[in-house]
T-cell receptor, first 112, second 113 residues
Framework: KAGVTQTPRYLIKTRGQQVTLSCSPI?????VSWYQQTPGQGLQFLFE???????NKGNFPGRFSGRQFSNSRSEMNVSTLELGDSALYLC???????????FGPGTRLLVL | AQSVTQLGSHVSVSEGALVLLRCNYS??????LFWYVQYPNQGLQLLLK??????LVKGINGFEAEFKKSETSFHLTKPSAHMSDAAEYFC???????????FGIGTKLQVIP
């Protein structure tokens, strides 16, 4: 089976812009979670979707949003980008909410 | 509430020596505990997990970890380090499930030839 894929792998944006990141889970996986990884804060949970519904949400401002489609692919959107949003954004998928997550390679976002 | 503390952001060992990466957790309910490894420019790979079964958990690449409730610890060990073990290791906890996982800050393991 193909692993979790994330596109794009690298992205450069400027402050104030918005960005959309995409995640394609492993075939058959219905749960998708997003994490932000920065050197200072480490890995932080953003949100989790299961069958197109957001089930859990981390402590991030409303500028961070996401959605999941009927084919389980997920997107996350960050509006009004700030310098501090520069990070590696990781997506993880699992067959259900009660099974191990498998991580993608991440999208590295740089905000200038 | 749940949290993880990884002791030592950088650990260096000689090739062939014991690897010991320390992790202490806090959880208000029986936890699920995980160790992940991250190689440069890659995502996280699950090494092993504890989900309330056997307290000694064996994972991939010769790693194992022991859940000690009295010490709230879940330290990762490997008897003999290989050069290929050089990576960053993350301990993680979730309160009784696989979602909304809280990660530690990570420990970078350097293996010296």
């Amino acid at each position: 089976k193909a692993g979790v894929t994330q596109t794009p792998r690298y992205l450069i944006k400027t402050r104030g812009q918005q960005v959309t990141l995409s995640c394609s889970p492993i075939s058959g996986h219905r749960s998708v979670s997003w994490y932000q990884q920065t050197p200072g804060q480490g890995l932080q949970f953003l949100f989790e979707y299961f069958s197109e519904t957001q089930r859990n949400k981390g402590n991030f401002p409303g500028r961070f949003s996401g959605r999941q489609f009927s084919n389980s692919r997920s997107e996350m959107n960050v509006s009004t980008l700030e310098l501090g949003d520069s990070a590696l954004y990781l997506c993880a998928s699992s067959p259900t909410e009660e099974e191990t997550q498998y991580f993608g390679p991440g999208t590295r976002l740089l905000v200038l | 509430a749940q949290s993880v503390t990884q002791l030592g952001s950088h650990v260096s060992v000689s090739e062939g020596a014991l690897v010991l990466l320390r992790c202490n957790y806090s959880s208000s309910v029986p936890p699920y505990l995980f160790w992940y490894v991250q190689y440069p420019n890659q995502g996280l790979q699950l090494l092993l997990k504890y989900t309330s079964a056997a307290t000694l958990v064996k994972g991939i690449n010769g790693f194992e970890a022991e859940f000690k409730k009295s010490e709230t610890s879940f330290h990762l060990t490997k008897p003999s380090a290989h050069m290929s073990d050089a990576a960053e290791y993350f301990c993680a906890v979730s309160s009784g499930g696989y979602q909304k996982v809280t990660f530690g800050i990570g420990t970078k393991l350097q293996v010296i030839p």
